[in-house]
């Protein structure tokens, strides 16, 4: 008992010198604290801030000021640019309903077989007039939102993007049609991912190898009939403006 009390004992005062030890460094590191605060409530006096104005300031501190100066990447969705209010509904109302009704009417004139998103909502026994009207919209509406999200990421509502030369509006409408693309394949692989129940690639077996590259001449189709129509309607636009 005596031991473990004389234990404890000088347990105690081991801590009560580190405590003592620590102090000093405590109160060396307030004092740096206070300086360090007093010098900056020195520096925003207003004749410092004078005398700060005419000293040239480092490179780095500029690059840094610049830096920061630059909008971030999600303020170009969240607080985006649009001179033209008319403009993202007139290209939404393309990419929905102008670029899918003209792929249905080339495969139908090729006597291609239409796309597995033209499969009506209903089963019915006799197809009727206007039946794929329905699904164009549907699908038509995924298109647009991809091409939305994807002028607002190459900032393709500013005026220089569609009211410049024509080389300007055409690299806008590339850079804005890429962006687009990425997030059609994505959207498609997520399609193709809970539509299969599970991650399947090719050599799995014939019905999902079939599945898969019809998902991908149908993106190859939407991509090329959505490029052609907002191409030629961004370069007669800028045509018309000028």
């Given at each position: 008992?005596?031991?473990?009390?004389?234990?404890?004992?000088?347990?105690?005062?081991?801590?009560?010198?580190?405590?003592?030890?620590?102090?000093p460094?405590?109160?060396?590191?307030?004092?740096?604290?206070?300086?360090?605060?007093?010098?900056?409530?020195?520096?925003?006096?207003?004749?410092?801030?004078?005398?700060?104005?005419?000293?040239?300031?480092?490179?780095?501190?500029?690059?840094?000021?610049?830096?920061?100066?630059?909008?971030?990447?999600?303020?170009?969705?969240?607080?985006?640019?649009?001179?033209?209010?008319?403009?993202?509904?007139?290209?939404?109302?393309?990419?929905?309903?102008?670029?899918?009704?003209?792929q249905?009417?080339?495969?139908?004139?090729?006597?291609?077989?239409?796309?597995?998103?033209?499969?009506?909502?209903?089963?019915?026994?006799?197809?009727?007039r206007?039946?794929?009207?329905?699904?164009?919209?549907i699908?038509?509406?995924?298109?647009?939102?991809?091409?939305?999200?994807?002028?607002?990421?190459?900032?393709?509502?500013?005026?220089?993007?569609?009211?410049?030369?024509?080389?300007?509006?055409?690299?806008?409408?590339?850079?804005?049609?890429?962006?687009?693309?990425?997030?059609?394949?994505?959207?498609?692989?997520?399609?193709?991912?809970?539509?299969?129940?599970?991650?399947?690639?090719?050599?799995?077996?014939?019905?999902?190898?079939?599945?898969?590259?019809?998902?991908?001449?149908?993106?190859?189709?939407?991509?090329?009939?959505?490029?052609?129509?907002?191409?030629?309607?961004?370069?007669?636009r800028?045509?018309?403006?000028?």
């Open positions: 008992m005596n031991d473990s009390a004389n234990a404890t004992k000088k347990l105690r005062i081991r801590r009560r010198r580190s405590s003592l030890f620590h102090m460094t405590i109160v060396l590191c307030s004092l740096i604290v206070c300086i360090m605060s007093t010098k900056q409530l020195i520096s925003v006096s207003p004749q410092t801030q004078v005398v700060e104005a005419f000293v040239p300031q480092p490179k780095l501190f500029r690059k840094q000021q610049s830096t920061q100066m630059k909008e971030n990447f999600l303020d170009r969705f969240t607080s985006p640019k649009i001179e033209d209010p008319v403009l993202p509904l007139t290209e939404a109302g393309i990419a929905q309903i102008v670029a899918p009704t003209i249905l009417f080339w495969l139908r004139s090729m006597q291609s077989p239409l796309p597995s998103w033209t499969t009506p909502l209903y089963d019915y026994t006799f197809m009727p206007g039946y794929l009207l329905a699904p164009t919209l699908h038509g509406a995924g298109l647009a939102c991809c091409w939305l999200l994807g002028s607002l990421a190459a900032r393709g509502f500013e005026r220089e993007a569609y009211e410049g030369d024509l080389k300007t509006v055409l690299f806008s409408t590339a850079r804005a049609g890429a962006f687009a693309t990425g997030l059609l394949i994505f959207g498609t692989q997520i399609d193709l991912y809970f539509d299969m129940g599970g991650y399947v690639q090719i050599g799995d077996s014939p019905e999902t190898d079939l599945r898969i590259y019809r998902a991908l001449v149908e993106i190859i189709n939407d991509v090329f009939f959505e490029a052609i129509t907002l191409f030629s309607w961004r370069a007669f800028s045509k018309v403006d000028n």
